[in-house]
Nanobody, 125 residues
Framework: QVQLVESGGGLVQAGGSLRLSCAAS????????MAWFRQAPGLEREFVAA????????VYADSIQGRFTISRDSSKNTITLQMNSLKYEDTAVYYC??????????????????WGQGTQVTVSS
């Protein structure tokens, strides 16, 4: 039932910033989690960051190294991924995902049952 739409992708030079947004077509329950995954050409989809809708608890991939910040806006039913100090290796299609909450937000792709179609982020060297 949940439909997710990503936006904000584009082309940026290394060291620059982008802000991705994900809007849900229906209300997100407080017990749910929303997350960002990414998939680079030739690689499998990997976890980036997640946030619990109810209390804002966040979990990040180690590879982010403090450069990205995930946040939520309950009034708009959206989540945002602020990406700073972008690197060439950040180039990927970024996907928004939604799923149930089981304690801390999950890094596992199998936890999520709703997916957007993705938005392309390209970082030039």
């Amino acid at each position: 039932q949940v439909q997710l739409v990503e936006s904000g992708g584009g082309l940026v030079q290394a060291g620059g910033s982008l802000r991705l947004s994900c809007a849900a077509s229906r209300q997100t329950y407080r017990s749910s989690v929303m997350a960002w995954f990414r998939q680079a050409p030739g690689l499998e989809r990997e976890f980036v960051a997640a946030i619990a809708w109810s209390d804002g608890t966040t979990v990040y991939a180690d590879s982010i190294q403090g450069r990205f910040t995930i946040s939520r806006d309950s009034s708009k039913n959206t989540i945002t991924l602020q990406m700073n100090s972008l690197k060439y290796e950040d180039t990927a299609v970024y996907y928004c995902a939604a799923g149930p909450r089981f304690g801390l937000p999950s890094r596992k792709i199998g936890t999520y049952n709703g997916w957007g179609q993705g938005t392309q982020v390209t970082v030039s060297s």
